[in-house]
């Protein structure tokens, strides 16, 4: 995970201090900078229930850090940081009041760590930028971890070119699969209800708050709601006027929490379950509800719905970028388990290298390559009754002519049947009428 900065929910248009806004509309905020912090904040004073403390990290720019637990995060990242001490705008009603972090990418990246452990993550690497030019360079130094598998940018701007980043990252990469969260606000501007259209490729074009097709990639929305336990404590400040059943909440980008479940359910059923249907833990709400006919609109696109299931914030959704657009890579189950199967295969093969070009040879691996696809095959990985209608391996004289063996290669063609998630389950229930037969 790298990041500095998430997008914050604005307020817009800004009226009079004091004065009843006319409309208060949401606006996606791409700034990523730090708010100048009021050094009065670190006083101690009879009339907060807090005190704030200064801390000094401990990693420096583009470093990356292996991280087992939120414990070693903390201890190098910092903890759960501050928010302002004063509300982004001052209306008359504090029911209206916001506060923000005062350190936004940091408090999106620390939100993120911690909900990926929370939900079944075990190991993260973390890399510190201090401006969002850095990213590439950030990229690249994971292109060295040869084990990453998920990777996300949860401190950054939800814009089209640090998707684009991200996504041409897996692509050139053999089993590496991006998670991307979609912008916090996604409104028309004139109100607060959700613009479902902004998620349509066909309708919204250029303006579409979506990156592009990918098959290597998941998008995901909505934002979910939180509770910030640094803001917990600064809610309990009288001055701050918040209403007991909202202290503490915030809204944070889902990636990090996704990477956990998709960590969790590699290691619980398997690369090839589709990590869906999963309550996340943390969550208490989501940005935008979701109903069952706007998923119907989204799911085509390659949208990952979070939605309010059985009274807890819930994954419904399985498909990569583009969805549809993706034909037989549409599901992030399926591309994963591809891409899974070719770098398990490449790396249980290197033990061919400079081995006898011949039918030997061409045997051995047949044997090895389908050794370890029957496995995977009883794993449940694979459709079919029998190992031979899940899979085949041809390594032969056909595949193998003297030409290809003369440039020091040998090619082996493999098949596989992948099972697909069932989206969607269909009964069919006959029910007697009781009138008798004549």
Same mark, same amino acid.
């Given at each position: 995970m790298a990041g500095t900065t998430p997008p914050a929910g604005g307020a817009a248009p800004a009226p009079a201090p004091d004065a009843a806004p006319a409309k208060l509309v949401e606006q996606e905020d791409d700034t990523y900078e730090d708010i100048k912090q009021d050094d009065t904040l670190l006083a101690r004073s009879i009339l907060r229930p807090f005190i704030l403390q200064e801390f000094?990290?401990? %990693?420096?720019?583009?470093?990356?850090k292996l991280c087992t637990n939120f414990t070693e995060y903390a201890q190098r990242f910092g903890t759960f940081s501050a928010y302002k001490d004063t509300p982004d705008l001052p209306y008359d009603n504090p029911d209206l009041w916001t506060f923000s972090p005062m350190h936004p990418g940091h408090h999106a990246l620390t939100h993120a760590v911690n909900g990926f452990f929370k939900n079944g993550g075990t190991k993260a690497f973390v890399c510190r930028i201090d401006r969002e030019e850095q990213l590439e360079d950030a990229l690249e130094n994971f292109k060295s971890i040869d084990e990453l598998a998920i990777i996300a940018i949860p401190g950054l701007p939800k814009s089209a070119d640090n998707w684009e980043a991200l996504m041409t990252h897996v692509e050139n990469r053999e089993n590496c699969f991006a998670i991307l969260d979609s912008q916090q606000v996604v409104n028309d501007g004139d109100d607060n209800d959700l613009d479902v259209q902004q998620l349509n490729y066909t309708s919204a074009g250029e303006n579409a708050a979506l990156p592009r097709p990918c098959k290597n990639a998941a998008f995901y929305f909505p934002h979910i709601e939180v509770i910030d336990p640094a803001k917990l404590l600064q809610d309990g400040d009288v001055a701050r006027k918040v209403n007991p059943k909202y202290r503490g909440r915030t809204y944070v980008a889902p990636s990090g929490h996704l990477a956990g479940i998709y960590a969790r359910t590699d290691t619980e059923r398997g690369v090839h379950k589709a990590p869906a249907n999963c309550v996340i833990r943390g969550a208490i709400e989501v940005k935008y509800y979701v109903s069952k006919p706007v998923q119907e609109l989204l799911n085509p696109q390659g949208v990952n719905a979070i939605r309010i299931m059985n009274n807890a914030v819930t994954v419904w959704g399985a498909r990569t970028i583009g969805g549809d657009?993706?034909? #037989?890579?549409?599901y992030v189950s399926v591309r994963r388990l591809f891409l899974f199967l070719q770098k398990s295969i490449e790396e249980g093969t290197q033990w061919i290298v400079f081995e006898p070009n011949d039918e030997a040879l061409w045997g051995k691996i047949r044997l090895n390559v389908s050794a370890f696809l029957t496995n995977v095959w009883r794993s449940g990985a694979l459709?079919?009754?029998?190992?031979? #209608?899940?899979?085949? %391996?041809?390594?032969?004289?056909?595949?193998?002519?003297? #030409?290809v063996r003369d440039l020091g290669q040998v090619i082996t063609e493999i098949g596989v049947a992948i099972v697909r998630p069932a989206e969607f389950v269909i009964f069919r229930i006959t029910q007697s009428t009781g009138a008798p037969r004549t």
């Open positions: 000094t990290l401990k %990693v420096e720019s583009l470093d990356t657009a993706n034909s #037989e890579w549409k459709f079919g009754a029998t190992p031979e #209608e899940a899979f085949y %391996v041809k390594c032969d004289a056909e595949l193998n002519p003297p #030409e």
